[in-house]
Antibody, heavy 117, light 110 residues
Framework: QVQLQEWGAGLLKPSETLSLTCGVSGYSINGGHYWSWIRQPPGKGLEWIGEIVHSGDTNYNPSLKSRVTISVDTSKNYLSLKLSSVTAADTAVYYC??????????WGQGTLVTVSS | EIVLTQSPGTLSLSPGERATLSCRASQSVSSTYLAWYQQKPGQAPRLLIYGASRRATGIADRFSGGGSGTDFTLTISRVEPEDFAVYYCQQYGTSPPMYTFGQGTKLEIK
């Protein structure tokens, strides 16, 4: 069974860099699927941040592209997210997910990141 | 960028009733690229429908998806108590490659 688990710092100050990791179990990141990061501000909707495949090829949301880096560590079966220069608008639950047929078929439980001075 | 608009914002129904949720795209979307999710409070979204009409693994057959072009629907034939949740549609765009979500429809108990 595919399982994903996110972790990282939960409280940041404005201008700092958000750094999260997603561990995948029950499936190899080398398996050919893309893997996404998606976020959800409290009480709001879903926003796709970007995706990566095992080769390191990435696609990013144009609205966040200048601040986002997604990477993959195939030896550890991890993917990572870095988001620079955070503001309060980046406060959200951050999810990692596996991309299936142009959709996200497996999701982590999410991790809340709060940006506050 | 394609914008997805969901309606209604809130749908109030009683268990046993039929639910019809709408997702309208600002430009034509290939059916292959349209999905629906269910999200309950404090939980991650769950994939219900992909390819506009294909049920994901383990999804009850009371859930069905349809539509084409710019208009898509998610139908719950008879709403069960566990179906009260927020539903999102999502599309995949190719230029640039990216996913976008609708703003959600909340299905609440009447």
């Amino acid at each position: 069974q595919v399982q994903l688990q996110e972790w990282g710092a939960g409280l940041l100050k404005p201008s700092e860099t958000l750094s999260l990791t997603c561990g995948v179990s029950g499936y190899s990141i080398n398996g050919g699927h893309y893997w996404s990061w998606i976020r959800q501000p409290p009480g709001k909707g879903l926003e796709w941040i970007g995706e990566i495949v095992h080769s390191g090829d990435t696609n990013y949301n144009p609205s966040l592209k200048s601040r986002v880096t997604i990477s993959v560590d195939t030896s550890k079966n991890y993917l990572s997210l870095k988001l620079s220069s955070v503001t309060a608008a980046d406060t959200a639950v951050y999810y990692c997910a596996r991309n299936g047929d142009y959709s996200a078929d497996y999701w982590g439980q999410g991790t809340l990141v709060t940006v506050s001075s | 960028e394609i914008v997805l608009t969901q309606s209604p914002g809130t749908l109030s129904l009683s268990p046993g009733e039929r639910a019809t949720l709408s997702c309208r795209a600002s430009q034509s979307v290939s059916s292959t690229y349209l999905a629906w999710y269910q999200q309950k409070p404090g939980q991650a979204p769950r994939l219900l429908i992909y390819g506009a009409s294909r049920r994901a693994t383990g999804i009850a057959d009371r859930f069905s998806g349809g539509g084409s072009g710019t208009d898509f629907t998610l139908t719950i034939s008879r709403v069960e108590p566990e179906d009260f949740a927020v539903y999102y549609c999502q599309q995949y765009g190719t230029s640039p490659p990216m996913y976008t979500f609708g703003q959600g429809t909340k299905l609440e108990i009447k």
